[in-house]
């Protein structure tokens, strides 16, 4: 079955460059979530959209942005990165509301950020 | 804000020993997911709960959603050693489009 795909799969930066990170949701979902998540820790919520429009916030922060395009493809724009930033990068998607208005997510294999 | 408090941070067992870890919450959840996660790559859904008292299996692995909505836990039984990695229990509250993840288990299997 076709999974998520992001891409690239890894990315060095220099510090104060610019990143974009790309997510394509598995065929017929409608939202798309962006997850980081540091060495040795949890996934953090970052954001999410569906149907283009952002359905939730989390603690994304103002350097970055994101939108959802109309084929569902979703980007991730990373701005003045800083060392902090580096990081692994997942996209998730989902249907809005699936059978029976369940809502499962789907992971990405996820973008290797490192800022040097 | 939300956090789930996942136990125990790590285990090693031998190969064909049973596993359990759980997932408490302070606030309640409608949903609650459990994901492997293997080194450098994204976490794959293992078992997705959506009522409370639910009970799912999935080949060696049994989950349940807890009566209260504030735990949940996994078993896995008969270990073997493609168990090994990173376990993480998720939970998403009504409204909410985010998932709140424990700290993860990671587990070692001893051949």
């Known amino acids: 079955a076709a999974g998520v795909i992001q891409s690239p799969r890894h990315l060095i930066k220099e510090k104060r460059e610019t990143a974009t990170l790309k997510c394509y949701p598995i065929?017929?979902?409608?939202?798309v979530y962006w997850y980081q998540q540091g060495p040795g820790q949890d996934p953090q919520f970052l954001i999410s959209f569906y149907e283009k429009m952002q359905s939730d916030k989390g603690s994304i922060p103002d350097r970055f942005s994101a939108q959802q395009f109309s084929d569902y493809h979703s980007e991730l724009n990373m701005s003045s990165l800083e060392l902090g930033d580096s990081a692994l990068y997942f996209c998730?998607?989902?249907?809005?509301?699936?059978?029976?208005?369940?809502?499962?997510?789907?992971f990405g294999p996820g973008t290797r950020l490192l800022v040097l | 804000g939300q956090q789930l408090n996942q136990s125990p941070q790590s285990m090693f067992i031998q190969e064909g020993e049973d596993v359990s870890m759980n997932c408490t919450s302070s606030s309640i959840f409608n949903t609650w997911l459990w994901y492997k996660q293997d080194p450098g790559e994204g976490p794959v859904l293992l078992i997705a709960?959506?009522?409370?008292?639910e009970l799912t299996s999935n080949g060696r692995l049994t989950a349940q959603f807890g009566i209260t909505r504030k735990d949940s836990f996994l078993n896995i039984s008969a270990s073997i050693p493609s168990d090994v990695g990173i376990y993480f229990c998720?939970?998403?509250?009504?409204?909410?489009?985010?998932?709140?993840f424990g700290q993860g288990t990671r587990l070692t299997i001893n051949p």
């Open positions: 065929p017929r979902h409608d939202t």
């Open positions: 709960l959506y009522k409370a008292g």
């Open positions: 998730a998607s989902s249907l809005r509301a699936g059978r029976l208005g369940r809502v499962t997510q789907y």
């Open positions: 998720a939970g998403q509250s009504a409204g909410a489009q985010k998932l709140v």
